[in-house]
């Protein structure tokens, strides 16, 4: 089974600080890779995702992340973090085959001070 | 306004009680998926639909039970038999979408026994 692990339980920055929440990810086989984001009282929102060809994904509100196969990883990243970006972050992934089911790490909570 | 709606958003529930927690979707969406969201463990999946009239547990079943009669409504109940019902749940449905089936997420429904 697969399995998603977010080692950064709590991330304090200020803001204008760069952005690194990592993510490592378990299954032998090809993979579609997810980051959520949760703000406070919000839906669980799409940041961004990958599936196949460019490893280095954009997604919305300037973040990207990066799929290292060799690595098993997809950390996410931003290069100057904002106050409204204070929020809980979720990787997760599924199979490209079989059942669509997602894998939820347990989740980042990054609060910027301004 | 196409989306996930989940309600109510707070439920109060008495020990012993069974409750059921609604979930419709307009977006045309064939799957359907329940998850629980508990404060660092991240979202685990109690049960999924792939079409109507099918669905299947996933990794904690136990104490739920699930319905899917019509496509838009996944309704979840939670039983007596659930050891420790207190969580916020999330309905998502599935859709293919930027190349992936991606999943998108109702408001969630935070549930408190009493």
């Known amino acids: 089974a697969q399995s998603v692990s977010q080692h950064n339980h709590h991330v304090i920055l200020s803001e204008a600080a760069s952005l690194e929440l990592g993510c490592n990810y378990s299954?032998?086989?090809?993979?579609?890779l997810f980051w959520y984001v949760q703000y406070p009282g919000q839906h669980l929102q799409l940041l961004l995702k990958?599936?196949?060809?460019?490893?280095l994904v954009k997604g919305i509100k300037g973040f990207e992340a990066e799929f290292i196969k060799s690595k098993f990883s997809f950390n996410l990243r931003k290069p100057s973090v904002q106050w409204s970006d204070t929020a809980e972050y979720f990787c997760a992934v599924n199979a490209q085959t079989g059942a669509n089911n997602l894998f939820f790490g347990t989740g980042t909570r990054l609060t910027v001070i301004p | 306004d196409g989306g996930i709606t989940q309600s109510p958003k707070y439920l109060f529930r008495k020990e012993g009680q069974n409750v059921t927690l609604s979930c419709e979707q307009n977006l045309n969406h064939d799957a359907m998926y329940w998850y629980r969201q508990d404060p660092g463990q991240g979202l685990r999946l109690i049960y999924y639909s792939q079409i109507v009239n099918d669905f299947q547990k996933g990794d904690i079943a136990e104490g739920y039970s699930v319905s899917r009669e019509k496509k838009e409504s996944f309704p979840l109940t939670v039983t007596s038999a659930q050891k420790n019902p207190t969580a916020f749940y999330l309905c998502?449905?599935?859709?293919?979408?930027?190349?992936?089936?991606?999943?998108?997420f109702g408001p969630g429904t935070r549930l408190t026994v009493l």
């Open positions: 299954y032998g086989g090809t993979v579609n």
């Open positions: 990958y599936f196949s060809g460019d490893p």
């Open positions: 998502a449905s599935s859709g293919y979408t930027w190349g992936t089936d991606t999943q998108y």
